[in-house]
């Protein structure tokens, strides 16, 4: 039964992913899913998807799999799936499987890039598909002993090529196939394919659909964002993770490691994973980056207007005090902004009473999206030793409706008559806010 939702809940998520479109224009997404997704006749969602992210301007290369298909073939054909260390041993007789697998997956896909059905996502459609011999391969060689024969890896990527067709709109599909200046065919991976492109093409996003949601922590619990130390961290640590997160994870670090901004770890179970996972905050899977998405640092007059959406919200509830704009404006110096992944979800102000070597701590907010992140202590902490670096002892807030999440940080009710002198004359009777303290 589809999900009911009132026209103001539409505005606000339609408003919500504005950010995302303006900045994803223009920038180079490498996309890579299994044959099972074709397999299993889920890659018609998968293609409205697509059909989404190419109209929004957004640069698309797709690179498929086609391992179920492949070993359908081998056992109509009688014929061994040979491994040699996790490595598919590719001789003659799998090679021309190889072919007509990896053939017949990719004219499928074409095909089903190429619908146009009225009243259906596709309606309207004109995505255009590029093909080409992009990818030059060379052999594996020879492994303990073993020739793999047929089996190579990643050689070199025609990015001037690849460009070239994203410049007139096109979408590149990559198969699992390379060439060698000699005109041999290689079966390669389609994780090699994938991360080899996403480097040469400096892309801003690296995306695999696996079969799990992501990285696990020892709890099984998604891990939602890793830098590449966290990552490596977890390949060594005794924490068992799915097949698929060996497998992908590895890669993810190498891609992020040679310029690739963000590569995403997600579910290909999920209808719309590519969506939920790009354009919102949370995602649904895990996000692996160089280094953390956050940063704090000082506000700038450019800030002002991420700072009073922020405020607003708490301000209409009457949790803070309403600052106008040009009051912001005036007092953006005091204030310092917590960004996610360029997007500010908190912030707080510092006024300094040096004379009575304290401070107030003002308009303390995150985004309720991130309240459970530990952010509104980061913030509280760093506000701490800017106020420790001017040599100041205590800390105070005023506030009427978070007073536990105070007390829990070692604050300490106080009367009125202990605020700088300064302050107890602005103080709002009315209001009747509670004064909390804390030396530092």
Known sequence: MPIKTTPADFVA???????????FRGKTFVI??????????????????????????????????ARPQIEQHLATRNISDSYHQGIRLTDAQTMQCVKEAVGRVRLEIEAL???????????????????????TAQPIGVINGVDLQHTGTVRKVDVAALNDRMEFGEVVLLSPLGFSPTGEVFN????????????ALDADKLVFLMDTDGVLDTNEALLKELTIAQAQAVLTAKCRQPDDVNL??????????AGVA???????HTDGAVLQELFSNEGIGTMVVESTLNTLRDASIEDVGGILKLLRPLEEQGILVRRSRELLEREIERFVVL????????????????????????????????????????????????????????LFVLTTRTAHWFLERGFVESEV??????????????????VFMRKI
């Open 32 to 65: 890579a899913f299994g044959g099972e997704m074709v397999a299993d006749g889920k890659f018609v969602e998968l293609t409205h998807d697509f059909n989404l992210l190419a109209a929004l301007g957004i640069r698309l290369v797709l690179v498929h799999g």
């Open 188 to 199: 390669l991976t389609l994780e090699d394919v994938a991360t080899a492109t996403a480097i």
């Open 262 to 268: 963000r590569t995403h770890l997600i579910s290909r």
């Open 248 to 257: 992908f994870l590895p890669c993810a670090i190498r891609a992020c490691e």
């Open 13 to 23: 998520w339609f408003r919500s992913v504005a950010p995302y479109i303006n900045s």
């Open 113 to 135: 890039l190429s619908m146009g059905l009225a009243n259906s996502p596709m309606a309207n459609a004109d995505i255009r598909v590029a093909g080409g011999n992009f990818i």
């Open 339 to 394: 960004e996610h992944d360029h997007h500010i979800v908190g912030c707080a102000a510092l006024y300094p009473f040096p004379d009575e070597a304290s401070a107030e701590l003002a308009c303390l907010a995150v985004d309720l999206q991130f309240r459970d992140h530990g952010y509104g202590e980061a913030v509280l902490n760093h506000m701490i030793e800017l106020a420790k670096l001017q040599g100041l002892k205590k």
């Open 417 to 434: 008559t202990t605020l700088p002198a300064q302050k107890k004359t602005l103080y709002n009777y009315q209001r009747k806010s509670k």
